[in-house]
C-alpha cells in the first residue's frame, strides 16, 4: 500500500496533508504488522491484503481526526463508537481477526 492507494482510499485529492499521511500510513502499516504478527512481505515487497489494507487506511482516518477520545463518527457511510485509543484498537484487531490474518502467539508458561 502506497500514499497513492491511501489517499484513493481516503477520498483526497490534494497533496497538503501528505507527509503528514506517509507519517501515519507507516504507524498503519506497523500496527497491522504487530497485530497479525506477520510482515506480509513477499519477495521483499510489502504485500497487504485488501482487508490489511483497509484497516490500515481507517487506522489512518481515525489518526486524522485527532482526537483519541472519539465517542461517535461516520466514515464512508460506516459509523463506529470509542472512548479511547485502546477500544479503537480493539475494533480495528476485531477486523483483521473476523478476516483470518491474525496469527495466534504461543508463550510457553515455564518449565
Known sequence: MNLDELKARLRISDTTQDEFLKLALDDAIDFVQRTCN???????????????????????????????????????????????????????????TSAGLRRVRFKSFGG
Open 38 to 96: 506477520r510482515d506480509f512481505l513477499i519477495d521483499g515487497e510489502l504485500k497487504l491484503p485488501p482487508a490489511a489494507k483497509s484497516v490500515a487506511a481507517l487506522y489512518v482516518s481515525y489518526e486524522m481526526v485527532a482526537n483519541p477520545g472519539i465517542k461517535s463518527e461516520s466514515i464512508a457511510g460506516m459509523s463506529q463508537t470509542f472512548e479511547s485509543g485502546e477500544e479503537r484498537d480493539s475494533a480495528l484487531l476485531a477486523q483483521l
